[in-house]
């Protein structure tokens, strides 16, 4: 086949790929549901809130109730040094309602950097000639997977997908499946993975459906901005991510699919931090109110530099810290029941600071570049890599961390595997009724982990947390304790994969 004639298929590939009808019958109006006149009056009307509205929004907070906008464009207005410490401690508060001290990590792994998309923020971006383009084989995939299930020890990924017809739907279902068909013998049992998140392009309802038949567990895709001018700025017309509402109404495509776990997010740093706070929020209310269920997760990754693309430093909406921690605080109070991912983007010292304000998944011993978790080289270099990451510690020191800081550590892959997903886990989890799974599963999978991973000074302070964990579960859920120390017993013995 000639250069041109490839050029030409790909030309129809992209064309085609944007399935008008899959989004327009869902708009009111030909208008869709950002509407940036109500996010702006909100944020003009919540300006310097008084401290009584401020305490009754936290009340509903804490009932796991969804703010409207409104309310989160009052907190987003809050500058008294007192009520923002409130509305962390609140934030804490909600946190430990809902999800105890369980943190859930996972690893990423990229798949494939080629890209039609010419995203000026992306190191990945179609017009960067200097970036180095690679796809792994099914064997190259597996082979991370050995490393990342059999000597680091995760059970949870999520994979990234550039959009390209190499990456197409086939491709993404092939290697998830190559994925999960991968064990590898550990210490005393079995390393597997056994949850696939994705994050890939906005797909059709067809396609959809294949991820949903293959498995997966979340599909994650997120707008980067709802402002719509700087979305067209920065995603240029005529590229396939240039299509706002294509992109906006995945979830509502994933859901006709019959995937009820979604995530949602913004790159911060693009736009106005505020406005995209109130973005977020009116997307999960909804995929609430159409759907159901709001979104599983939610990621802020902030905007971070990238070799060889100049926006990246340039960007006049860059987030300083101290307002990404009020991100996190509101966001939190915000939509209350959902998972919040923070990832190796951020350094050490930020990631410390904000699990406390209600992160609930984070990414440990990352790597980035295309066939990184098995060949090392593949990582030192910018020109292979979307970003440059800010916390690149082992899986090993994040949990001994996370450990002295009194939280347990979860690989718990149960929720999809036996049907708590979609309106069922948002029910069991405002009710905290989910929380009780969680707790015994996170013990199971601790243990598993401590047995099989484990450094010697990450095991001691593990095994601390395993008998407080064993100790609480005795005293509030006495009903379950003997069904959990039956369980936990078995795993001591190299049994894997034990669920409830
Ligand atoms: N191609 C798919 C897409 O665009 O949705 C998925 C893969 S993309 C590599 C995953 C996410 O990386 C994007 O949604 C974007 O938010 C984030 N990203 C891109 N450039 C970034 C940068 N310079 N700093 C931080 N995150 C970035
Ligand atoms: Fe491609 Fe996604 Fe990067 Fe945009 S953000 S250039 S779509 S990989």
């Known amino acids: 086949m000639s250069i041109t004639h490839n050029k030409k298929n790909l030309e129809i590939w992209i064309k085609n790929r944007v399935r008008h009808d899959q989004v327009d019958k869902y708009l009111h109006d030909q208008k869709d549901f950002i509407d940036e006149d109500k996010i702006f009056t909100a944020l003009e009307a919540g300006k310097s809130p008084d401290a009584g509205y401020v305490r009754d929004i936290l009340k509903k907070s804490l009932a796991i109730e969804t703010l409207n906008l409104d309310e989160t464009a009052a907190l987003l207005n809050v500058t008294d040094p007192d009520l923002l410490a409130e509305m962390r401690q609140t934030a804490a508060a909600v946190k430990k309602k809902v999800y105890d001290n369980r943190i859930v990590t996972f690893a990423p792994l ?219 605080t509101v966001l939190r109070l915000a939509i209350p029941y959902t998972g919040m991912i923070l990832t190796a983007r951020e350094t050490a010292s930020m990631r410390r600071e904000t699990i406390g304000l209600g992160v609930t998944q984070i990414d440990a011993s990352t790597r980035i570049g295309i066939g990184a978790y098995s060949d090392r080289s593949e990582e030192q270099e910018g020109r292979r890599q979307q970003f440059l990451l800010g916390d690149t510690r082992s899986l090993d020191e994040v949990i001994r961390e996370l450990a002295r800081d009194g939280y347990i550590t979860s690989f718990c892959t149960a929720g999809y595997r036996c049907g708590r997903t979609g309106e069922c886990i948002m029910e069991l989890l405002k009710t905290g009724k989910e929380g009780q799974f969680c707790k015994l599963n996170a013990i199971l999978t601790f243990r598993e982990w401590l047995d099989d991973f484990a450094s010697k000074p990450t095991q001691d302070i593990g095994e601390e947390i395993i008998n407080k964990e064993l100790d609480e579960v005795k005293k509030n859920i006495p009903g379950m304790y003997p069904h959990l120390v039956e369980y936990y017993e078995r795993v001591a013995q190299g049994e894997r994969d034990l669920y409830f």
């Open 110 to 328: 990229y798949l494939s950097n080629f890209c039609v998309n010419n995203c000026l923020y992306c190191g990945f971006r179609s017009d960067n000639i200097l970036a180095r383009r690679r796809t792994l084989s099914i064997d190259e995939v597996k082979r991370e997977i050995e490393v990342l299930a059999g000597t680091i020890g995760h059970k949870r990924l999520i994979v990234v997908y550039g959009e390209h017809p190499q990456s197409d739907i086939d491709y993404m279902v092939d290697t998830i499946a190559a994925i999960y068909e991968v064990k590898v013998k550990t210490k005393k049992g079995v390393g597997q993975i056994r949850r696939v998140n994705v994050n890939a392009p906005p797909l059709s309802v067809e396609s959809l459906r294949s991820l949903k038949e293959v498995g997966i567990g979340t599909y994650q895709v997120f707008q980067e901005t709802y402002h719509h001018d700087t979305y067209r700025r920065l995603h240029p017309q005529g590229t396939i991510k240039g299509d706002y509402r294509w992109r906006l109404y995945c979830m509502h495509r994933a859901f006709e699919a019959g995937i009820d776990d979604v995530g949602i997010g913004v790159l911060f740093g693009l736009y106005d931090w505020k406005f995209e706070v109130l973005g977020l929020v009116t997307h999960a209310r909804i995929l609430e109110a159409h759907c159901g269920v709001g979104p599983h997760t939610v990621s802020f990754p902030r905007l971070e530099e990238a070799t060889h693309i100049p926006f990246t430093l340039q960007s006049k909406y860059r987030v300083r810290d101290e307002d990404f921690k009020k991100i996190v």
